[in-house]
């Protein structure tokens, strides 16, 4: 049984153990907010963490291919917000588990959406609504660069995925007149980032090169270029679009580009190693099925509606990273590594 406060604002963030859903705890409670994360599983190793780093939070179970559940999550939160963060993120996991990708990065916004409704007995207009959409989104790219009115062509089964939930964000919007945003969201980045992702591969990879516990690096395709901010900042979008006194969609970028290349240039020039060709190698089992070759996103929409610009860029956020990584793995060589 949770005891609600009733006088702070009251979020649910499904995704909370991930990257953007910690900053956002973080961002939200420092805000005075009652926060509520879903968590999933029977036993989630990243509990200690969240209830670390959101002192306060209230955890519910529950999982975006369950609506049961997720009906559940809303009935005990009551929510004022709903931020729904939650979807297997991994584009290149995607082809290789496109059903779950389908069910879960797409469908999980319809189960969401339709706890929402159905906990409000048809009423949607008192819950404000954030959909973690992607510029995955644009993938193909038609306009460059990409805003809001661009047409989307995804090239990967999240790609498809994520633009369903988009659609159907605005579709709440329209059908039930839900204060229903989508966040079109360029990648973003942090030391707390999945290593999976390329920044993250590299930087890590990047510290134990330099202390001498990795000798190379195998990536993919070094051709392509992704518009890079900090996670940090872009949370900040996220609790401001539903701030604003009408729903809308955003495209939340810095309006700048780099390759991967340059990506490997700023994170060994961090360490001091200017000539990196020899320590990295790639591997056609890091290419992908179809390439999203370039995105770069013009945030002027954001700017002006939401008062909201990128704080942190390109060289600072590798350096903060790579430096992160350092900590890390100096502090825990031959441990398990964690989040911090
Ligand atoms: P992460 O991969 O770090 O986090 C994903 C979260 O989704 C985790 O908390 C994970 O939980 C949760 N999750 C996965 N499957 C389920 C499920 N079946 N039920 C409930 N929860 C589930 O992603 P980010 O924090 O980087 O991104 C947040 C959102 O924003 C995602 O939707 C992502 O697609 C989207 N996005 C991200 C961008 C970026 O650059 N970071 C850019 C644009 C959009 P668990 O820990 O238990 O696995
Ligand atoms: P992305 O991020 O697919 O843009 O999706 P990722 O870091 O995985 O890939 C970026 C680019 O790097 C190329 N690449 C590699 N990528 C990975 N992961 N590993 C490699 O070894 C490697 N070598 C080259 C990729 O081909 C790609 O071009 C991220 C996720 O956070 C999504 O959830 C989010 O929606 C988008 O950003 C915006």
């Not at 949770?2 to 939200?28: H, S």
């Not at 599983?41 to 509990?47: L, M």
């Not at 059903?99 to 906990?119: C, H």
């Not at 290593?195 to 990795?214: D, N, P, W």
């Amino acid at each position: 049984m949770v005891n609600r406060r009733i006088d702070v604002p009251r979020a649910l963030i499904t995704g909370i153990t991930g990257q953007d859903g910690l900053y956002l705890g973080e961002l939200l409670t420092a805000k005075g907010y009652e926060v509520f994360g879903l968590i999933r599983g029977q036993s989630n190793p990243k509990v200690a963490v969240v209830e670390r780093l959101v002192p306060g939070v209230v955890l519910l179970e529950g999982d975006l291919t369950d609506l049961p559940s997720l009906i559940g999550a809303v009935e005990i939160s009551q929510p004022d917000e709903v931020y729904n963060l939650g979807a297997i993120s991994f584009v290149g996991l995607s082809w290789k588990q496109a059903e779950l990708t389908g069910e879960t990065t797409g469908m999980g916004v319809l189960r969401v959406l339709e706890a929402l409704r159905i906990a409000g007995g048809n009423d949607m207009s008192r819950v404000r609504f954030y959909q973690a959409s992607s510029s995955e989104m644009f993938g193909k790219v038609r306009e460059t660069p990409q805003r809001e009115t661009t047409p989307f062509h995804p090239r990967s089964p999240y790609g498809v995925a994520k633009t369903f939930g988009h659609y159907l964000t605005v579709n709440y919007r329209e059908s039930y007149g839900a204060f229903a945003c989508s966040g079109l969201l360029f990648n973003h980045e942090s030391p707390r980032r999945g290593i999976e992702f390329v920044t993250r591969k590299i930087t890590r990879a990047v510290a134990r090169i330099s202390l001498g516990l990795q000798d190379s690096l195998t990536l993919g395709n070094l051709e392509s270029r992704r518009d890079w901010g900090f996670a940090g900042d872009y949370v900040e979008a996220m609790w401001r679009m539903l701030q604003q006194e009408t729903p809308d969609d955003y495209v939340v970028a810095t309006g700048v580009t780099h390759s991967i290349r340059e990506l490997l240039d700023a994170a060994f020039g961090r360490v001091g190693i200017g000539d990196w060709s020899g320590l990295v190698k790639q591997d056609p089992r890091f290419f992908r099925p179809a390439e999203v070759d370039v995105l770069v996103g013009d945030p002027s929409k954001a700017r002006e509606v939401l008062g909201w610009t990128p704080r942190v860029g390109f060289e600072e956020l590798i350096a903060m990273m790579v430096d992160a990584d350092l900590a890390l793995e100096a502090e825990s060589t031959g441990k398990a590594l964690t989040i911090r």
